[in-house]
């Protein structure tokens, strides 16, 4: 039986594509796109260690097309809806197709009043109380049940019957059971409609009941899927989160990498690693094995002799199959960390007194956010700890926290930043303020500081602007956007939106696309006039 694997389950879609799949050139699993020059995988089309070699061995995001169910369970070519629904049987998929099984059943059973979406039809009285009549001697009725292609009910569907003649409509809820009737109606065609929250709404177009009929129509909800388009990327994992989910972490130094399985165009690569320092798990080992997947002729990322933090799991063999030895890289981008020596002996201390926080029964809040503080304020790593502060306050903005620490959720909601001292916030914006000259991963802190009003803010963005204008970066758009927020000037946020939808970044490092030297120019030219343009409408707004 197939493993679901999560790791496909956890990508996101970081930007949308509208290209046609169907006018790109290639086969059902990869396709090449002309409009942005690049290969497109179809991660639906491939097996999950396919998909997984591509997603976790890309040093960057990837285009893919992929198909999911809207509980974000990923489909690949081995597993299958069908495996996924028995692990999940009620639980609500994604669209819904309708089986009618027309069936007589005698019972009666009280049906709640009716009510109607329209005015009631203009009959005289003498014509409704004959229709009454006639439903009551000789009453036609509707039910059902609702259910999984496995036969699990489906509770709490909304039910809609309308009459098609008079417009009438009458709506119930499925019962715990999945059971829906409407009774004492009268004979014509009807429309019935049924929406579940998670599934697509379905309507059949007529339903033809005759007087005196009791029809049963039971319904089964068919795996539906959700195909998109666009640019993925897995999902940030800093360092706290790194060190939870890790079963190892240590400093290694790089050995041999021999390929051991092969499927489709990926292959599985065993690396040794000679362990220097440990720093979480219990294998003693001087020497580990850690297997990762490469696609088709990648070249293998890591160079013998090279030095290394890594964050690893233990392999876990599929039900049926005996026990693997060995660890798994599944994601390189976060989980493998080549780094200066200098940088190598801040992660090591940081994680040193991570461990010493989390190995107490009930950690102490407070120790882990001043963690944060020491993370962020240190440019080696300070992503690691900026992430979750500013990710903290984003939540606290829109009163999405709770207010203690929850162990099912690993604090995950918890409001790190509204336990800030003032001390720690100064601290923090003085680290950024002291930055010579932003880089990427000084993207968090920002979004961090600016929401605390400070008045060396402003001044500060202007000024790295000013750095980065003969050359802007694609951060430099979060920048711009920043600062026209900061100031609430009509004319900075116009300047602000022409920059960021009309820049382009032919000159950004791509392997699949190789633009000449005057195209490169070009745009760099164009993002430094439009950056000229923004600086010099903001520059008498600030004070400095």
Do not use: C, W
């Given at each position: 039986m197939t493993i679901r694997n999560n790791r496909l389950d956890r990508f996101r879609v970081a930007t949308p594509c509208n290209a046609d799949w169907d006018r790109m050139s290639g086969n059902e699993r990869i396709r090449y796109c002309n409009e942005c020059d690049k290969y497109v995988y179809d991660i639906s089309k491939m097996t999950g260690k396919e998909a997984e070699a591509i997603l976790s061995s890309a040093r960057g995001p990837v285009c893919a097309r992929f198909t999911r169910l809207t509980d974000g369970f990923t489909i690949t070519a081995?597993?299958?809806?069908?495996?996924?629904?028995?692990?999940?049987?009620?639980?609500?998929?994604?669209?819904?197709?309708?089986?009618?099984i027309i069936g007589l059943q005698s019972s009666a059973i009280a049906q709640t009043p009716l009510q109607s979406s329209q005015p009631a039809s203009s009959h005289s009285e003498q014509t409704v109380g004959k229709k009454k009549?006639?439903?009551?001697?000789?009453?036609?009725?509707?039910?059902?049940?609702?259910?999984?292609?496995?036969?699990?009910?489906?509770?709490?569907?909304?039910?809609?019957?309308?009459?098609?003649?008079?417009?009438?409509?009458?709506?119930?809820?499925?019962?715990?059971?999945?059971?829906?009737?409407?009774?004492?109606?009268?004979?014509?065609?009807?429309?019935?409609?049924?929406?579940?929250?998670?599934?697509?709404?379905?309507?059949?177009?007529e339903l033809a009941l005759q007087p005196g009929e009791d029809r049963r129509v039971d319904v089964t909800m068919q795996v539906g899927q959700i195909v998109t388009l666009g640019v993925v990327i897995a999902p940030p994992q800093p360092l706290r989160i790194l060190y939870k989910d890790s079963d190892l972490v240590a400093v290694a130094r790089v050995g041999e990498s021999v390929p051991v399985e092969r499927q489709e165009e990926s292959v599985l690569m065993r690396t040794s690693l000679a362990v220097s320092s440990l720093l979480k798990g219990e294998d003693r080992e001087p020497v580990i094995y850690a297997y990762h997947w490469i696609y088709d002729e990648e070249q293998v990322p890591y160079v013998s002799g090279e030095k290394m933090l890594v964050f690893l799991n233990r392999r876990k063999a599929e039900e049926g199959q005996e026990a693997i030895d060995g660890y798994e890289v599944s994601d390189r981008s976060f989980r493998i960390k080549k780094l200066p020596d200098a940088d190598l002996s801040i992660y090591t201390q940081r994680i040193k007194e991570l461990a010493a926080i989390l190995q107490q029964k009930k950690p102490d809040i407070e120790k882990i956010v001043e963690w944060f503080v020491r993370c962020a304020e240190e440019p080696a790593t300070r992503w690691e700890g900026a992430l979750e502060l500013a990710a903290s306050a984003a939540r606290l903005h829109d009163l999405e926290y709770v207010s203690a620490p929850d162990e099912e959720n690993d604090f995950a909601n918890l409001a790190f930043a509204a336990l800030l001292t003032?001390?720690?916030?100064?601290?923090?914006?003085?680290?950024?303020?002291k930055t010579e000259t932003v880089t990427e991963r000084d993207m968090k802190l920002i979004d961090l500081v600016k929401n605390w009003n400070d008045a060396r803010f402003a001044p500060f963005l202007l000024s790295q602007l000013r750095r980065l204008e003969p050359n802007p970066p694609y951060f430099a758009e979060e920048m711009v956007t920043t600062l026209a927020d900061l100031l609430d000037d009509e004319e900075a946020t116009d300047f602000a939106e022409e920059y960021c939808d009309n820049v382009t970044y032919e000159d950004k490092e791509d392997e699949e696309a190789t633009p000449g030297e005057s195209t490169k120019r070009a745009a760099t030219e164009k993002r430094s006039a439009m950056l000229q343009k923004f600086l010099r409408s903001v520059e008498t707004k600030i004070k400095l």
């Open positions: 081995d597993n299958n809806a069908g495996l996924h629904l028995i692990s999940r049987r009620a639980s609500p998929i994604a669209s819904a197709v309708f089986t009618a009549a006639q439903m009551q001697d000789n009453p036609t009725s509707l039910r059902g049940t609702i259910i999984d292609p496995q036969g699990a009910v489906i509770a709490g569907a909304s039910v809609t019957l309308t009459d098609n003649s008079s417009g009438r409509a009458r709506a119930i809820t499925a019962s715990e059971t999945g059971e829906f009737q409407f009774l004492l109606l009268e004979a014509g065609s009807y429309s019935l409609k049924v929406e579940v929250p998670g599934f697509e709404s379905f309507e059949t177009a003032p001390r720690q916030k100064d601290r923090l914006a003085t680290a950024l303020f």
